[in-house]
């Protein structure tokens, strides 16, 4: 509406005044051509004035005539132009409209000048504005790998007087990469020689990259699909004919290829119940897919598996099609039951437990299940254990709540408590484990009043069989001594009695009584012998520089005496500042040096042996090794190791620790560790 009354305006202001201008114009030549014919007319011929003014009239009229017809043809063909101009205008608008919103430019370029002609959308394209319009300059705008392409097409296309249509790509002058698409012509001489060629160009960036996408998405359909774990087909929606199956379905079901392709589901036999897939493929036809259905396929060895069928309706080279899947289930089918048969045993084994058995959600704190023992021993009904937690059942919950948190599995000893209040011990061992999603925690309750009872009085036995233990080594110390005064005293006094009794007999005897004399001597002998061993075996009982010199006299002189009878080098490192000691721990050390030694002479085969004895950090410290053939540790744990189980039980009476190591060929240490008041 808008460009009508455009039109008519432009012709009523301009193109009419114009029209009537000439035809005014024409008039007055006219007129005067006639009225200066007929002027000079009648000055030659002098004829009737009558038709002289006829033939002026009459040649007036004619002008006016003349100038009107003049008039309306100018009229039509200024109204006939207007018409054609504001259609031309019309659809060069719609033209750019349309390049415009398809992103479309138009260009022409003149052989003969070298010049190119852009429309606007082409500068868009390009992405430039300023730019010498020649066809040099937008070559170099072009790709390198495709411009050899570019212009073979175009020398073709001019040789053959054909269009041409070509794809490329071009580099911004920002640097991003573009692709159009170009098609054209051109126009030719009389000759056959192109003078312009002319094309419309076309911004595809976006086209190419949907179709790489594209490209790529179905390589990766196919990839998929051909290196997917599971079975899958495609066949057609209606028959269920097969165009397409994985290597998986092949193998699982023993099939050959050439045996599937080309042939329908009921063709080839492997579905048990084909009415299932019927049933299927009508729920995807409504639905568009179908998930996680069972059904049964037969192999070709005629046995037959469980599997999950899922499909999906897609559509190729407009038909529909059917995209199935579908997942052999039939291991995990008898796994979930032989998960229910244990779940089954699990439950009578839960039940039957003597010890209680409790599980706790660890998420809620509350127990989920407990068995019938627990019941018993809590007095608690199943609905109330339901609604308690740990805590509840605890005498310590501040400990048990520690034990919770830290994710102990085994507790020796806790404190409980039961309904009617009552406090008792427990041990607890469990283990932590997901079920359904859900972090849970099993724990199997032992009542151990009974034991605790009991080991409450093995160690009051074993402390009185200690307290026993220690007595009779202090009393048999005590007799030691007594037996050793003894025999040094009565014994010792009665040889040396018989000893001057023999000497005075020999002083009496006759000069000539050799033999006699001879005899005496050798009882003399036998008496100093026999006072000798007395004072041995006095030693031995008790030593007597046990008492008198104390603990560090004792051993020396204990070793020096082991020296002389064993032939072994002895090296000896004594602290003489440790005296004085309480009785108990000089005898027990002193025993268990004269023990150790003797093993040492039994049973190292040494050459050399070292003992140490010195206070260190508040203990007496002993040491004794030898470099012999290293005692064993099944020696040491021995039942019949006598005399290593006395130097245990000596060392535990004092307080003690007393340990035995040996290597095979390196020898012994024996290492005794004694508490001792230092008086600090």
Known sequence: MKTKMHIKKTFTQNDRRQALKIALIYTTVGLTWVLSSNFVENRLTKTIKAVMYFETFEDTIFVFSSAMLLYLLLVYQFRRNTIVEANLIKSETRLSLALTATRMGVWEWNLQSNDVFWSPECYDIIGIREFNETFTAFSELIHPDDSAYITATMEKALEQQANFSTEFRIIRPDGELCWLS?????????????????????????????????????????????QCPFMMTISTLEEGRYIEINEPFLKTLGLRREEVIGFTYRETNIYVNPGQRDLFVQNARNLGFIKDHEINLRKRDGNTIMCLFSAQVIELQQKLFLLTTMIDVTDRKKAEEALKNSEERYRRLFEVESDPVLMVDLRTGLFTEVNTS?????????????????????????????????????????????????VFPVEIAGSYFEYQNRKMHVAVIRDITERIRNEKHLVELNQKLRALSEHLQTVQERERMAMARDIHDEIGQYLTVLKLDLEWIELRLHTDGSDLSERVNEMRASIDQMTVSVQQLAANLRPPLLDSLGLTAAIEWHID???????????????????????????????????GLTNIARHARATEISVSLCIREGNLILEISDNGCGIAPEQINSSKAYGLMGMQERARNCNGELTINGRPDYGTILSLAIPIDTGD
């Open 374 to 422: 627990a019941r018993k021993m809590y007095g608690y009904t199943n609905e109330e254990f339901l609604q308690l937690s740990p805590i509840n059942l605890s005498a310590e919950p501040d400990k048990t709540e520690k034990f919770i948190e830290r994710g102990k599995t085994s507790v020796p000893l806790r404190w409980h408590l039961k309904k009617d209040g009552t």
């Open 561 to 595: 005496e082991f020296r002389k009878r064993s032939g072994l080098e002895c090296y000896v490192m004594l602290n003489e500042d440790i005296d004085p000691l309480d009785q108990q721990v000089s005898t027990a050390v002193m025993r268990i040096v004269q023990e």
């Open 182 to 226: 170009n098609h054209g012509g051109a126009t030719y001489n009389a000759d056959g020689k192109p003078l312009t060629i002319f094309g419309t160009v076309r911004d595809i960036t976006k086209q190419k990259c949907s179709e790489e996408i594209l490209r790529n998405s179905k390589e990766q359909f196919v990839k998929a699909f051909n």
